[in-house]
């Protein structure tokens, strides 16, 4: 099946570690993105990538990093710098970078720190 | 702040009843998604509107939007309860960057 698969689903991050999250999309999509969504809230932009080897941040990227070696996956790293990174991450990719396109998602990961 | 702000933030309704939410944003867009997301669940494509598009179908949805008083509203009819869930509007800027409101959570009660 085409799709975008994020792993893991849940994940535990002990103070001052970095941890990565996973996503990998098969769709064949030159855009990929990363957001963040807060209990009862709506998703905010954390980086995007609009081509392999090419990436900009988004609205809320200070604590985050990302790379985009290969057109299938965009890695999310949670860094020590981001002060309150317990979440529900959702990655989501897309054909081209002019609007009009829809925007797939991932089932989304749980990070929580303990 | 985020681009399209839905209204209301929550919504209950019986199973059979229209539900309608609605969307507003600030700045001129391209186009305009709604989604929808399940509970802890990845968010879901429902339907695109263009700019110079001004209502648009898909099965029991209806989109209709006001560019003039920068709007949109998602409609529901005869709902159901697997239509519980949260809705969100996207605003889709240039370079492909979507921005999205805080969405309405709906309860369909059987």
């Known amino acids: 099946d085409g799709g975008i698969t994020q792993s893991p689903k849940y994940l535990f991050r002990k103070e001052g570690q970095n941890v990565t999250l996973s996503c990998e999309q098969n769709?064949?999509?030159?855009?990929m993105y990363w957001y963040r969504q807060d209990p009862g809230q709506g998703l905010r932009l954390i980086y995007y990538?609009?081509?392999?080897?090419?990436?900009q941040k988004g609205d809320i990227a200070e604590g985050y990093s990302v790379s985009r070696e290969k057109k299938e996956s965009f890695p999310l790293t949670v860094t020590s710098a981001q002060k309150n990174p317990t979440a529900f991450y959702l990655c989501?990719?897309?054909?081209?970078?002019?609007?009009?396109?829809?925007?797939?998602f991932g089932e989304g990961s749980w990070l929580t720190v303990v | 702040s985020q681009q399209g702000e839905e209204d209301p933030q929550a919504l209950s309704i019986q199973e059979g009843e229209n539900a309608t939410m609605n969307c507003s944003y600030k700045t001129s867009i391209n186009n305009l998604q709604w989604y929808r997301q399940n509970s802890g669940r990845g968010l879901v494509h429902l339907i695109l509107i263009r700019s110079n598009e001004r209502e648009k179908h898909s099965g029991r949805l209806r989109v209709t939007l006001d560019t003039s008083k920068k709007s949109s509203s998602l409609l529901i009819t005869a709902s159901r309860a697997a239509d519980t869930a949260s809705y969100f509007c996207?605003?889709?800027?240039?370079?492909?960057?979507?921005?999205f409101g805080g969405g309405t959570r709906v309860l369909v009660k059987p």
């Open positions: 996207a605003r889709m800027a240039a370079g492909n960057k979507l921005t």
């Open positions: 989501a990719s897309s054909i081209g970078t002019f609007s009009g396109n829809t925007i797939y």
């Open positions: 769709l064949n999509h030159d855009a």
């Open positions: 990538s609009q081509i392999v080897n090419d990436f």
